[in-house]
């Protein structure tokens, strides 16, 4: 199709991504709940564009404001400056009507991390690569102090992760409340590194240079912790779903927080890895009860998880280890 509307084509033009007369396809990208997202083609290139929506795609009401869009932006530029072939080219930006445009990666080159898992084929070397990239931008941003004032999103980070993860799954859960807002209190608390916020194997492609990471919207001048435990929350409820590949899946667990923790020196390593494991399992109980709940998982795979995250909050494990244990009982 043509541009979805007179305000995208113009984006084209004044960017230069087009030219006057110059036709464009439009084609809508599935996947995202908080963008639209299009692969365009022109005569000359095929990149694509991204625009925040105001309320995401979800069944409960969830609103968020549109200018994370420029904070995404902005965090692409940091971390494409310490590890660029980790992070898609970036072509033009309208911060005004919350849009940009970037590269486009063919999957053909570009395998999209979460298929890979779901259907059994589990690299632990890629999983380590995403540790160790992850460490690498945290380690570099926990060190550059121009940072904390540029990504002041407190606000946004609270309404799309604090509020929509956590503090909504307090509230289905009232025994466990005073567990996760505490645990959601310590994470709001921590500034110490550029956080991405939605580090998912939805949102990293493994190409031929290493994983990229895509969809930066919650980018936060925050805790590293919440980035690990997001991260590894999917590698443990995915061995629900992927049970032939459980134990290739626990190596990689294992891997990416090994290869991860090996460049946390901004605090102590312990200190992180603790806050880690408070918050794994009270994500995966997010991604039961919360407002993002996972469309993959059936029935009796959410009773079980809900149970296995249950009893892990409640015993409070002190590291990623045992607190993967427990998710997996």
């Given at each position: 199709?043509?541009?979805?509307?007179?305000?995208?084509?113009?984006?084209?033009?004044?960017?230069?991504?087009?030219?006057?007369?110059?036709?464009?396809?439009?084609?809508?990208?599935?996947?995202?709940?908080?963008?639209?997202?299009?692969?365009?083609?022109?005569?000359?290139?095929?990149?694509?564009?991204?625009?925040?929506?105001?309320?995401?795609?979800?069944?409960?009401?969830?609103?968020?404001?549109?200018?994370?869009?420029?904070?995404?932006?902005?965090?692409?530029?940091?971390?494409?400056?310490?590890?660029?072939?980790?992070?898609?080219?970036?072509?033009?930006?309208?911060?005004?009507?919350?849009?940009?445009?970037?590269?486009?990666?063919?999957?053909?080159?570009?395998?999209?991390?979460?298929?890979?898992?779901?259907?059994?084929?589990?690299?632990?070397?890629?999983?380590?690569?995403?540790?160790?990239?992850?460490?690498?931008?945290?380690?570099?941003?926990?060190?550059?102090?121009?940072?904390?004032?540029?990504?002041?999103?407190?606000?946004?980070?609270?309404?799309?992760?604090?509020?929509?993860?956590?503090?909504?799954?307090?509230?289905?859960?009232?025994?466990?409340a005073p567990r996760i807002e505490a645990i959601a209190a310590h994470t709001a608390a921590a500034k110490h590194a550029l956080v991405h916020g939605d580090v998912s194997p939805k949102n990293i492609l493994l190409g031929p240079h290493g994983p990229v990471l895509l969809d930066a919207e919650c980018a936060w001048f925050g805790d590293p912790a919440f980035d690990l435990a997001f991260c590894l929350n999917h590698l443990a409820i995915k061995r629900r779903v992927a049970a032939t590949a459980a134990g290739a899946l626990a190596d990689s667990f294992a891997a990416l927080a090994r290869a991860y923790l090996a460049h946390v020196d901004w605090e102590p390593r312990a200190a992180l890895e603790a806050r880690a494991a408070d918050l794994l399992p009270a994500l995966a109980l997010a991604r039961v009860d919360g407002k993002s709940p996972l469309e993959y998982l059936d029935e009796p795979q959410r009773a079980a998880l809900r149970a296995a995250a249950r009893a892990a909050l409640l015993a409070a494990p002190r590291d990623l280890a045992a607190a993967q244990l427990r998710l997996a009982a």
């Open positions: 199709m043509s541009a979805p509307s007179p305000a995208l084509a113009a984006f084209l033009l004044d960017t230069k991504l087009a030219a006057p007369g110059e036709e464009s396809t439009w084609t809508p990208l599935a996947g995202g709940v908080s963008s639209d997202i299009w692969r365009v083609t022109t005569t000359a290139a095929t990149f694509c564009v991204k625009r925040a929506l105001p309320k995401l795609r979800v069944a409960a009401d969830w609103e968020a404001p549109v200018e994370r869009n420029a904070y995404e932006w902005e965090y692409m530029r940091v971390a494409g400056a310490i590890a660029p072939d980790a992070i898609p080219r970036l072509l033009a930006h309208d911060p005004a009507n919350g849009l940009f445009a970037m590269q486009w990666l063919a999957p053909e080159t570009y395998r999209l991390w979460k298929s890979e898992l779901l259907a059994g084929r589990v690299d632990v070397g890629a999983a380590a690569r995403v540790g160790d990239l992850l460490g690498r931008i945290h380690a570099a941003t926990a060190r550059d102090p121009s940072l904390p004032a540029r990504f002041a999103t407190d606000a946004s980070f609270h309404a799309l992760r604090i509020d929509a993860y956590l503090l909504a799954t307090a509230r289905v859960h009232p025994d466990l």
